[in-house]
């Protein structure tokens, strides 16, 4: 996928499509990291550690609770 960039007052921005963002779980209130290895330009999502750890939480409960469920909609 080729971007280019937009101006934004006196920035420029780059927009990043919807299913990219919901491929890596950002919103717009997750912090990103723009660093640069000298030739490319690379964005990533900052991941909170607590927050993963709730999600885990979350998915185990509702896995436990709707196991039989899961099990067949796997089939």
Known sequence: MRKTLVSHGNSAALIIDKPILELLGVDMNTPLEVT??????IISPVHDMARGKKFRA???KVNKKHEKTLKKLAK
């Open 58 to 60: 979350a998915l185990e």
């Open 36 to 41: 640069t290895d000298g030739k490319n330009l």
